[in-house]
């Protein structure tokens, strides 16, 4: 129990970080949905969708071959740091020149030929947050959560900051030859360089050295962390890359005009975009937690012997905290909505879908632990796969009829077949006895109570978020009953 505190301890410190720069960077979503039209948030999406691509690809499954290897060498952790740090440096810097001098092909191919500066500013992005990845992981290694909060709130209060200054007293609206959406790209290029800047003092903290026989054996750790990168990413927002380029296919096909096709199937990712950040809730602690988690994984299959157990306990506990999560967000979502402009309200509908997929992707974070553990990170591979095969087949057949709502089951379906087939490979593998009794009584109980609250209208506002609470404080009745939550606190 005191490895559980210890861990609650950090994710608090990550999530409070994390947690709050990121709900920082939630109420930009208001912002930009007031003030930019939905094509524009479409184009902000599908760019931000690139960069999700481009960051898995530049980082090449270093960030998780560190935690591995800055664990399994204590003795060598400067050659460890500085191995992957620069071999990101290397790669990076190529990128960004390849980006620089190819800008106007580029942009002609994602359909910007107007923009060849976007591809500019991204590269720059992309490149830097690459770089940054290792020292950020060189703090959370070291436990350094405070350190790690600094960077992180410091980056993310820049560029709201920017964003706020930007579009307040330099928007020039729908102008054609005005920069427009490009300030949010701006204001995230200079957060960049800043958050690089500050963990520069870490690049001179360890004495760096290259290990060319290190980095073979890394790369080879981290390959196939690459490619189920690569296909979890597919997952995970390509559908806002072929949702336009479908409905604008489709719409063209139809007889109507490229440019008012392109920019109402625009229009239609910038609902989905939206949306999508109303989902996004439970997102953030799961990345809070990850931050924490995944060192704390490596060190307890270390140093403790009764490490399975404490994975059991963890997921438990996970599980619980997910299905309220789900279950306030769903039993208040006439309030949270107001986080986007009621012009999006009409993608409400996909919310419950995608906060379940979410809640299935922590689940199997939670699970791949075991092929981290035995070095069989090539089944990460294979269910990315299997999840990224799904989420094409689906968003190429459904999309031209459902739009976005495909986008939303195609996520769901590969969430839940990348869970199962987690499940399934480790317990073959690296058996870990995970309560799915606990696990089914949560999410159904959590699901029940949603439809549960969505059926009870009196009419009264008072009287309906009276009963909503009275809802919401019963699950948690129940899971305290259950987890006994005090117990995480004795030694």
Request: glycine share 6%.
């Amino acid at each position: 129990m005191s490895g559980i505190k210890k861990l609650a301890g950090q994710t608090m410190i990550y999530g409070l970080s994390h947690i709050l720069g990121r709900f920082l960077n939630y109420l930009l979503v208001p912002l930009h949905t007031t003030y930019f039209s939905k094509v524009q948030y479409g184009v902000l999406s599908e760019m931000y969708a690139y960069v999700s691509l481009l960051i898995v690809l530049l980082t090449y499954g270093m960030e998780t071959a560190f935690f591995r290897y800055f664990s399994k060498y204590p003795e060598n952790k400067g050659k460890v740091f500085g191995t992957a740090l620069i071999s990101l440096l290397v790669t990076s810097t190529i990128f960004i020149l390849l980006c620089l001098f190819n800008k106007q092909s580029i942009a002609d191919f994602l359909g910007y030929p107007d923009h060849a500066e976007y591809v500019v500013w991204f590269a720059i992005i992309v490149g830097f947050d690459a770089v940054s990845s290792i020292p950020l992981a060189k703090l959370r290694s070291e436990n350094k959560a405070k350190e790690f909060a600094i960077v992180s709130l410091s980056n993310i209060a820049i560029n709201i900051g920017l964003n706020l200054i930007f579009i307040f007293f330099f928007l020039d609206g729908d102008q054609p030859d005005g920069i427009g959406i490009g300030y949010v790209f701006i204001a995230n290029l200079i957060a960049s360089i800043v958050k690089l800047a500050l963990l520069s003092p870490n690049f001179f903290k360890l004495k760096l050295e290259f290990d060319w026989s290190l980095w073979k054996e890394m790369f080879r750790y981290a390959w196939p962390i690459l490619f189920f990168g690569l296909a979890g990413i597919v997952n995970e927002t390509m559908d806002r890359i072929m949702l336009p380029d479908i409905l604008f296919d489709q719409y063209v096909d139809s007889g109507i005009p490229e440019k008012q096709a392109r920019e109402m199937a625009q229009a239609e990712n910038g609902v989905y975009g939206a949306v999508y950040k109303v989902s996004i809730l439970i997102t953030l602690f799961v990345q809070a937690f990850r931050f924490a988690a995944e060192p704390f994984f490596f060190n307890q299959a270390r140093d403790n012997p009764d490490a399975k157990k404490v994975y059991v306990q963890i997921m438990s506990f996970f599980i619980a905290i997910m299905g309220g999560l789900f279950l306030g967000i769903m039993l208040y979502l006439d309030v949270i909505k107001h986080f986007i402009h009621h012009s999006y309200w009409e993608g409400l509908k996909i919310v419950p879908i995608l906060l379940m997929a979410n809640i299935f992707v922590g689940i199997y974070f939670n699970q791949s632990i075991w092929y981290k553990l035995t070095n069989k990170t090539i089944y990460g591979l294979y269910m990315a796969l299997i999840g990224a095969a799904i989420t094409l087949v689906v968003n190429i057949v459904f999309i031209p009829k459902y739009s976005y709502e495909a986008c939303a089951w195609a996520t769901f379906f590969a969430y839940l077949s990348m869970m199962v087939a987690s499940y399934y490979f480790g317990q073959k593998h690296y058996p870990i006895k995970y309560n799915l009794r606990k696990a089914f009584v949560y999410l159904g109980l959590a699901v029940s109570l949603f439809f549960l609250g969505s059926f009870i209208e009196t009419g009264q506002v008072f009287i309906d978020y009276l009963i909503r609470t009275v809802i919401f404080g019963f699950y948690l009745f129940i899971i305290w009953g259950i987890e006994r939550p005090h117990l995480l606190f004795k030694k």
